[in-house]
């Protein structure tokens, strides 16, 4: 059986495929139409959508691929369940693509599999073996589990995963290429990874509930990102903290009313269980700064206001420092992904306010109000130096589709991975 091909072309095709058709087929494979403006990745998007529906099990890009033609087939064409093999173009970008191409495998396997398989411990370890399979000698973590994030003072973590039969875990690792312990840590990264989130006793619907293995997405990017920028020849010290836990209710769970001391002496009125992500990346983000890194990204699914304000199509950029927030939107840029930044200022952090503690993590009303998104950053502004220096914070509105579309599967996207791998090599 020969090799099911797949081609672009400028010319449209011929008038029995359909007036202005996408796609065309020969003998050994198809043909992509491309539009005669514009740069044709939405079209080569939603013909490999068309062309995945036809679980072809393998395809083979011939002809002249650019570089980005290649990744936005991949992102398409690459199914959850089942996918099809990709033998890309044996041209100047075969590296390249393919070290894109393992990341985002990885990153979406992780955020798309099932909550029972994903527990905290699980994700914890498969991000640092996967990590320090990638640079062995280079890389060494640990992780603080169960009862002794308590007596470590990470109260965030603790108390959103004691819900569970499954302990919450915070995963730190030290990516440090130089062989210099000494060496200053150039990029912290914070990865919120709720590997189910019920809501807790502000429990969400069922409908709400289905796509909530997808809440660890922001622990799958910064660790796919982290590998990919080492494929890359990342050559500076970076630490990646996993704030890892199942939101579940039970005897055991934390509830609303409860007030939270954290390690830097801020305390919290839990007025929602369902925004939990806050209260772990709190923990990461304490964490992360003491490391004295000069450039701290979190990144978290953490609001459906983020999603609201920009549908599944952006991350949403937070950040109260000009120079970085730049620098975030210039790597989105340079790497075809995208990104919008949103407001984030000082008195943000008191926007939800508490008559028992230093803030409450959320407001009491659906959502958490208007400007909900901004609200969360404000929180955790709270967390990082006074000013907001060297923070970025991402509210990842377009890591996961719940429902497919014309130009995405359903599931995991990864996007962001090539975004804020760029972001670290340009910290070197």
Not at 32 to 50: F, M, N, V, Y
Not at 125 to 147: C, F, H, N, Q
Request: proline share 4%; with cysteine.
């Amino acid at each position: 059986m020969s090799q099911f091909t797949v081609s672009l072309a400028t010319q449209p095709a011929t008038s029995g495929w359909g007036e202005n058709a996408l796609l065309s087929f020969t003998e050994n494979g198809a043909i992509i139409h491309l539009p005669e403006s514009g740069d044709g990745l939405l079209a080569i998007q939603q013909a490999a959508r068309k062309l995945d529906g036809l679980s072809i099990p393998e395809v083979m890009l011939t002809g002249e691929w650019q570089f980005e033609h290649q990744w936005v087939f991949a992102l398409s064409f690459t199914r959850a369940r089942n996918p099809s093999k990709i033998h890309f173009c044996d041209n100047a970008d075969s590296d390249r693509i393919q070290k894109c191409y393992q990341a985002m495998l990885f990153t979406r396997k992780l955020v798309n599999d099932t909550p029972e398989e994903l527990s905290p411990e699980n994700l914890a370890s498969r991000a640092a073996e996967w990590i320090k399979s990638l640079a062995p000698d280079a890389v060494s973590y640990s992780m603080t589990t169960g009862e002794a994030l308590a007596e470590a003072g990470w109260t965030g973590i603790y108390n959103v995963g004691r819900g569970s039969e499954r302990p919450p875990v915070l995963l730190e690792l030290d990516y440090n290429p130089t062989g210099n312990d000494n060496a200053p840590v150039a990029t912290a990264l914070v990865g919120k990874g709720i590997t189910f989130d019920s809501g807790g006793y502000s429990i969400k619907s069922s409908e709400g509930m289905l796509d909530m293995k997808c809440d660890m997405g922001g622990a799958a990017t910064v660790t796919g990102a982290l590998g990919l920028a080492i494929l890359q020849g990342l050559n500076t010290r970076v630490k990646l903290f996993l704030c890892c836990a199942e939101n579940l209710i039970s005897g055991h769970a934390y509830k609303l009313g409860d007030v939270l001391t954290y390690k830097n002496g801020v305390t919290v009125e839990v007025v929602n269980t369902d925004a939990e992500g806050r209260l772990v990346l709190a923990d990461g983000l304490m964490a992360a700064s003491e490391t004295g890194a000069s450039l701290i990204l979190d990144a978290a699914t953490l609001t459906g206001a983020a999603t609201v304000a920009l549908g599944n199509d952006y991350h949403a950029v937070f950040s109260m420092d000009d120079r970085a927030r730049e620098m975030m939107l210039d790597c989105a840029k340079s790497e075809s992904e995208r990104f919008w930044p949103l407001p984030l200022e000082q008195w943000h952090k008191d926007r939800c306010p508490s008559s028992f503690a230093d803030t409450a993590n959320s407001r009491p009303q659906k959502g958490g109000g208007g400007g909900g998104a901004s609200n969360a950053a404000g929180f955790l502004a709270r967390f990082v130096d006074p000013e907001g220096k060297g923070w970025i914070h991402l509210d990842l509105a377009a890591a996961y589709h719940g429902k497919g579309s014309s130009e995405m599967p359903v599931g995991a996207s990864a996007v962001g991975i090539r975004s804020i791998a760029a972001l670290l090599k340009q910290q070197g």
